[in-house]
């Protein structure tokens, strides 16, 4: 570590936490304020193997407040980070702006809030809440890719407020949830690996052992991803939110980084949408190519005005990434929940069915209902005629049959099929219309 520091506070041994060996070269290590010391450590090394900058903010000096010096340096490293395409870790502990410079301070910190956005989608941005991130300092860190809380943390925009890192990873504001900064550096770490250095960089490569897929049935989402990736690989983002609708994972599949996006059997609803569609744009900016698991019966009826919203975000993000995606219909293909994940709509490069899936633009009950009224009315078993439909016009061999479906197989081909298809789709490439950005 730089031997610039004049005191071993907390924010320098956090820094020291995240780095490999504890080294980092301090940046702007003499920088003043106008109450003494700047708020904040700042500096680049190397974490998990890949360099990268990291800066954390430093409660002991002024209350770790937010001046003017402060931005400049924290600017700093942004600026770097833009030039040489690395990524940006940032530990947030401070009670909030510095009062005593005014606008000054406000046009500061307008201008790290610029910073941060340019490189949104150009090199990782990665947030630790260790202490208090409150106010302007909330909406700085919450820009990030990744979201990383202490559980004791104190994170919420308008004060006073009774969030906890808990209540906000179950309203999706937070990624994870760490019990201490050392599970938190962790975190960091394994993302940092796993997500390119920047949107020019190509998708790291690990080594891997080969297991066999073997999904344990009714054991929901997170299983499936388990079987399909390579073993002790998966790291779930917003595991507390909408985690009974939707899972959504980086992992690696024989040694490439993938990003799993897997609905367990329920209606989408507006949570799970808003997720998935986060999700994929991550992935998307980084080029890391989305394996989508799909088992849904279509939308949810409440809340409807906000599922019109949520599905329309959803169906543009998967109909705009030009990342390779892949999507296996394991049980229901329902509706709009097909159109939006698994129709040509969705731009899917490749759309794969288990051999028990169901593809149907209504749900089974629905169109019995509707196609087989007289053979109803006339006294047939129901629950027969949902068998026949089943198996005959909402088969994904139907579907299959018109194009709709690339390839069907058992279960346990699964992960060899996806091996495959990631292999074939590494050198995608796709144009785009000429526009400044999608609308919706």
Excluded at 177 to 204: G, H, K, Q, Y
Excluded at 304 to 317: S, V
Excluded at 364 to 381: H, I
């Amino acid at each position: 570590m730089s031997g610039f520091a004049s005191k071993d506070t907390a924010a320098r041994k956090r820094l020291a936490a995240l780095f490999d060996d504890g080294v980092f070269t301090e940046i702007d290590a003499f920088a003043k304020s106008s109450g003494g010391d700047v708020e904040a450590v700042a500096g680049f090394g190397v974490i998990g193997g890949a360099p990268a900058y990291a800066f954390s903010q430093d409660v002991s000096a002024n209350g770790g407040a937010v001046s003017v010096a402060q931005c400049a340096k924290l600017k700093k490293i942004y600026d770097l980070a833009a030039k040489t395409g690395c990524p940006v870790i940032g530990v947030y502990d401070s009670n909030g702006m510095d009062l005593k410079e005014g606008f000054e301070g406000l046009n500061a910190y307008g201008e790290l809030v610029k910073a941060s956005s340019r490189v949104s989608g150009v090199v990782p941005q990665i947030s630790v809440i260790a202490g208090s991130a409150l106010g302007t300092t909330a909406l700085i860190a919450g820009m990030a890719d990744v979201v990383i809380a202490l559980r004791d943390c104190d994170y919420y925009i308008s004060a006073p407020s009774d969030e906890t890192a808990q209540s906000c990873a179950q309203s999706g504001s937070v990624d994870i949830v760490a019990d201490d900064f050392d599970s938190a550096a962790a975190s960091v770490r394994a993302l940092v690996t796993m997500i390119p250095s920047n949107n020019l960089s190509e998708a790291p490569v690990f080594d891997f052992s080969d297991p066999s897929f073997a999904p344990e049935t009714g054991d929901g989402a997170a299983k499936l991803i388990a079987a399909c990736a390579d073993e002790g690989s998966v790291i779930e983002l917003k595991a507390d939110y909408a985690a009974e609708n939707c899972v959504t994972a980086l992992a690696t599949v024989a040694g490439s980084a993938v990003g799993f996006v897997a609905f367990g059997g329920k209606k989408l609803c507006p949570a799970c949408a808003y997720k998935a569609e986060g999700f994929v744009k991550l992935c998307d900016a980084f080029s890391i190519p989305v394996v989508t698991l799909l088992d849904s019966s279509g939308v949810c009826s409440e809340k409807e005005n906000q599922m019109l919203i949520a599905a329309e975000k959803l169906t543009g993000a998967y109909a705009g990434a030009t990342c390779p995606k892949v999507t296996v219909i394991t049980g229901n293909a329902v509706g709009a929940a097909y159109l939006m994940l698994a129709g040509r709509g969705s731009n899917a490069d490749l759309v794969y069915a288990w051999d028990t899936a169901v593809v149907s633009p209504l749900e089974t009950d629905a169109a019995v209902a509707f196609l087989f009224n007289d053979r109803l009315a006339a006294g047939e078993s129901r629950d027969a005629l949902e068998k026949e439909y089943n198996e005959t016009l909402a088969s994904p061999f139907t579907a299959a049959a018109c194009g709709a479906v690339d390839d069907i197989f058992v279960p346990a081909e699964t992960r060899i099929k996806l091996i495959a298809a990631l292999d074939v789709l590494s050198g995608k490439r796709e144009t785009t219309l000429p526009r400044k950005h999608s609308v919706k």
